[in-house]
């Protein structure tokens, strides 16, 4: 019950940050109607600079992040405005291969300034567990957890109660008629861009933390999408919950399933396995909206 209980919780946290990962693969999808899949290098990169800014300038904690999510608009904006912007019009596929370019180009940066070699990063978390009675969880869990709760709730909030989240939210419902009100869409997903580069991060850091840094930490962005299409591609709600079940279905097939059925390899393959069950009977995802078209 204990291995059960460790495994569950494990997953718990790292389907949390793979919630605030989807978060940013939805909303740039909701905006632009693009799957952006250079995600993961986006979390990636931010782990990595926020490593080196505390290992150079012995910089704390707080003021090191705070210097990762500048550091992470300024990238986002850039890759916005010096690419993407100019492929406006462009066919959706062209847009996609662009993204994973982009991808491949952060990776190989990452690559030849810190090297293919996983690296620690620093001890931002106390590594001292807490006893809960049942089971042991370590400090960096339950801060990565909490973490990942208040980002996501901070959005929500953004999302529903600010003037800014109202006009994201209606170009996510329709751009010609946010278009038609004279809502600026550039803007709107130049913002999307920013958002989404935060939340990958944020997550980059608290992966970092809890697993150190390699350039592997690039396939998260793979390992988020059964996520996003589980949730559905357009839905908030759906990359939140969805995220977690991912998560957990993912440690759950590392450990447990692997002890009762004798068969490695469980974890990366189990999320995968019940999306595709799901969609059988959901095409579009648990939360995902349906298109109807009237002739």
Same mark, same amino acid.
């Given at each position: 019950?204990?291995?059960?209980?460790?495994?569950?919780?494990?997953?718990?946290? @790292?389907?949390?940050?793979?919630?605030?990962?989807?978060?940013?693969?939805?909303? %740039?999808?909701?905006?632009?109607?693009?799957?952006? *899949?250079?995600?993961?290098?986006?979390?990636?990169?931010?782990?990595?600079?926020?490593?080196?800014?505390?290992?150079?300038?012995?910089?704390?904690?707080?003021?090191?992040?705070?210097?990762?999510?500048?550091?992470?608009?300024?990238?986002?904006?850039?890759?916005?405005?010096?690419?993407?912007?100019?492929?406006?019009?462009?066919?959706?596929?062209?847009?996609?291969?662009?993204?994973?370019?982009?991808?491949?180009?952060?990776?190989?940066?990452?690559?030849?300034?810190?090297?293919?070699?996983?690296?620690?990063?620093?001890?931002?978390?106390?590594?001292?567990?807490?006893?809960?009675? @049942?089971?042991?969880?370590?400090?960096?869990?339950?801060? =990565?957890?909490?973490?990942?709760?208040?980002?996501?709730?901070?959005?929500?909030?953004?999302?529903?109660?600010?003037?800014?989240?109202?006009?994201?939210?209606?170009?996510?419902?329709?751009?010609?008629?946010?278009? =038609?009100?004279?809502?600026?869409?550039?803007?709107?997903?130049?913002?999307?861009?920013?958002?989404?580069?935060?939340?990958?991060?944020?997550?980059?850091?608290?992966?970092?933390?809890?697993?150190?840094?390699?350039?592997?930490?690039? *396939?998260?962005?793979?390992?988020?999408?059964?996520?996003?299409?589980?949730?559905?591609? #357009?839905?908030?709600?759906?990359?939140?919950?969805?995220? @977690?079940?991912?998560?957990?279905?993912?440690?759950?097939?590392?450990?447990?399933?692997? #002890?009762?059925?004798?068969?490695?390899?469980?974890?990366?393959?189990?999320?995968?396995?019940?999306?595709?069950? %799901?969609?059988?009977?959901?095409?579009?995802?648990?939360?995902?909206?349906?298109?109807?078209?009237?002739?």
């Amino acid at each position: 019950m204990e291995y059960f209980l460790g495994l569950l919780i494990n997953g718990i946290v @790292v389907g949390s940050i793979y919630s605030m990962v989807a978060l940013g693969f939805v909303l %740039i999808y909701k905006a632009t109607e693009v799957v952006n *899949f250079a995600q993961g290098e986006l979390l990636m990169i931010g782990a990595y600079f926020c490593m080196e800014t505390i290992v150079r300038t012995r910089m704390p904690f707080i003021p090191a992040f705070l210097m990762t999510m500048i550091f992470m608009i300024i990238l986002a904006l850039l890759i916005e405005r010096l690419v993407l912007r100019r492929m406006l019009g462009a066919p959706i596929i062209s847009i996609i291969m662009v993204t994973i370019g982009i991808g491949i180009i952060l990776r190989m940066v990452v690559i030849q300034i810190w090297g293919a070699t996983s690296l620690p990063f620093p001890d931002v978390f106390p590594r001292k567990g807490i006893d809960f009675g @049942v089971i042991k969880v370590g400090q960096v869990y339950i801060w =990565s957890f909490l973490l990942s709760v208040i980002f996501m709730a901070l959005f929500g909030i953004f999302f529903k109660f600010t003037r800014i989240g109202l006009v994201m939210r209606a170009t996510a419902s329709s751009r010609k008629a946010a278009e =038609s009100m004279g809502v600026p869409l550039t803007r709107i997903f130049a913002l999307a861009w920013i958002i989404s580069a935060i939340v990958s991060g944020v997550g980059g850091v608290l992966t970092g933390s809890i697993a150190g840094l390699t350039p592997e930490l690039s *396939f998260y962005g793979v390992k988020v999408f059964p996520a996003v299409i589980l949730g559905g591609l #357009d839905s908030i709600v759906g990359a939140t919950i969805s995220g @977690v079940v991912i998560g957990v279905l993912e440690n759950l097939g590392a450990g447990f399933l692997k #002890d009762l059925t004798g068969l490695g390899g469980l974890g990366p393959v189990a999320p995968f396995i019940i999306l595709v069950a %799901i969609l059988w009977v959901r095409p579009t995802g648990l939360f995902g909206t349906k298109d109807i078209e009237r002739v």
